[in-house]
């Protein structure tokens, strides 16, 4: 009887410590990510141009591309730039929008991606997902999983912590996700990968249940390995379904209905998925999840991030628009702009003040 395995794709090195940057050139070449040491390194005009000066002495054989921003166009100009060198790798060291301009510039030109995150915003990190901006708003774009994943705890505890309470909010996002997945089972027969609902659901319950703290680094551990396995979750089920249901909905109808007013992608997602967790009846689980993201600073209701009772129901009334085919709580209900708000009036009363 034959064996039946699969092969996962996953990152060779997920490097997660404090000090990890410095012994970034090693991890590299005891890998055999890249012996001669030639690398193009992508940063940011922020956080990933000041760790230039210190890491260019350990990496000599680097060319250093800034990048302008987080667009389809600005991923195309990197990897133009890039083409006419002869490198092993491409770095991405920044946060979110400089990885993501990275993985499509590496995919672009055909080779591995080093993502070095200088903050811990969101699960993109090691997802094959890139998502740009694009004239028609925002758009997301299938990319091989990073090679290797370097986290410096020390580098995240001198981001702004607004950046680590979004990727909490996004982490815990993942366990509506997969209650949504679970339904869309159970009403239209879509097929769960299982390793990747586990993944996902297991990365989301640990920063759920943490008793720690942004501050410390068991926490902070703790988070980034939640975002790498949420991005490697992805990878294994083939699409975002094992960390995006309706939270995910409702943060893009934010984003396309408000675009200027928009708050963090983690904040709206952890919003989504309090809220979320209340429309399919898990009260008790609504109420604790709303208690921890309030414990890290996080919004839970739309009022906290700028938006009013009136834009969040419109918000969570459009958001079945956002992902068309996909089936979560939103589009079982099928609520009107009615139902919407009185049970907003509920979750609010349920989740206390």
């Known amino acids: 009887m034959p064996v039946l395995t699969r092969l996962i794709p996953s990152p060779v090195v997920v490097d997660i410590r404090p000090g990890a940057l410095d012994d970034l050139a090693c991890v590299l070449a005891d890998q055999r990510i890249s012996h001669s040491g030639r690398l193009a390194v992508a940063v940011s005009g922020g956080s990933g141009a000041r760790l230039r000066a210190r890491l260019e002495p350990s990496l000599p054989g680097a060319t250093w591309y800034e990048v302008g921003g987080g667009t389809l166009d600005d991923a195309i100009e990197l990897a133009g730039e890039m083409k006419a060198g002869h490198y092993d790798a491409v770095v991405g060291l920044g946060g979110g929008k400089i990885i993501d301009c990275a993985k499509f510039a590496a995919a672009r030109i055909g080779l591995p991606l080093v993502a070095v995150p200088t903050n811990l915003a969101h699960d993109g ?19 091989p999983n990073p ?17 680590v309470r979004a990727g909490i909010g996004d982490a815990i996002s993942n366990i509506s996700a997969i209650a949504d997945w679970e339904l869309a089972n159970r009403v239209t027969g879509e097929k769960i990968d299982g390793l990747a609902a586990a993944m996902a659901r297991q990365a989301g319950e640990a920063v759920l249940r943490h008793p720690g703290g942004v501050g410390d680094n068991a926490f902070l551990q703790v988070l980034a390995e939640a975002l790498v396995l949420s991005g490697i979750a992805m990878s294994v089920s083939g699409d975002s379904r094992p960390s995006s249901g309706a939270c995910h909905e409702i943060n893009h109808a934010f984003d396309l209905l408000f675009p200027k007013r928009a708050a963090a992608h983690g904040e709206q997602c952890g919003l989504g998925a309090a809220f979320a967790m209340y429309l399919r009846g898990a009260h008790e689980e609504s109420a604790y999840m709303a208690e921890v993201l309030r414990r890290h600073g996080l919004p839970v209701l739309p009022e906290e991030i700028g938006f009013t009772v009136d834009e969040f129901v419109r918000a969570v009334e459009f958001a079945p628009e956002t992902r068309p085919g996909r089936y979560t709580i939103l589009e079982h209900l099928d609520l009107k702009t009615d139902q919407i708000k009185d049970i907003y009036a509920d979750y609010v009363k349920a989740i206390g003040s």
């Open 147 to 163: 090679i290797a994943v370097v986290i410096d705890l020390d580098v995240i505890r001198e981001a702004p912590v607004r950046f």
């Open 125 to 143: 990190l090691c997802s094959p997902v890139a998502t740009l901006d694009n004239d028609a708003g925002r758009g997301s774009y299938g990319v």
